[in-house]
């Protein structure tokens, strides 16, 4: 069954979420304060993790650039806040989706269900339209191999590294450029066109799969 961590202090939310949770076969660990959650984060391996924003030690996004120094474990954020700076700067932290008050358990539910399902189809290697050879750093599409420049390869191997995270353009500047600052957003934006260009040579469902965000980045969804 697949365990779930909640990092929650308002706990008629938490009994809420506990209970639907519980209800779905789905086992839950609830902590109230940001400092017990990474504390059992440390010691166990839940699938998932459930952040509230707005906590009483420190702050979910805090609590979030924390988790992300030793463990890729999927995030979903829960808050009341609704503004899309606040969106972004969740993504840009790595979490995998957000959530706002008021909410639907049964909503929430079906959202971790499927970044669950994300996680299972990346770690079978399901993906056969594009495949990658981190040791021989290819990229193949339908069994060919793809003829990228440096860049290029690493903005595709950062988008497959996580199906159906989106990366903002900030985080691929950050993660495929030795020196991001001497690159601008639009460098992304002409690097992913590319990128579809020479993938839909192969196969047209396979350049389909790098999605725009409008406002937020890039995903790869299979």
Known sequence: M?????VEDETAIADTLIYALESERFTVAHFTTGSEGLNY????EPDLVILDIGLPDMTGLDLCREIRRFSQIPVLFLTAR???VDQVLGLELGADDYVTK???PRAVVARIRAILRRGRSQNESDTTLLQHDEAKMM????????SLTAHEYRLLAILLS??????TREQLLEQAWHDPGSAMDRTIDAHIK???SKIRKHSQEAADTIQTRRGLGYTLVF
Do not use: N
């Not at 697949?2 to 909640?6: G, K, R």
């Not at 984060?41 to 166990?44: H, K, P």
């Not at 990229?139 to 793809?146: E, K, R, S, T, V």
């Open 2 to 6: 697949p365990s779930i961590l909640i």
């Open 41 to 44: 984060l440390q010691a166990s």
């Open 82 to 84: 609704s503004s899309e």
């Open 102 to 104: 008021p909410f639907s």
């Open 139 to 146: 990229i193949q599409c339908c069994g060919q191999p793809l």
């Open 162 to 167: 996580q199906p159906g995270r989106v990366f």
């Open 194 to 196: 590319s990128l579809r």
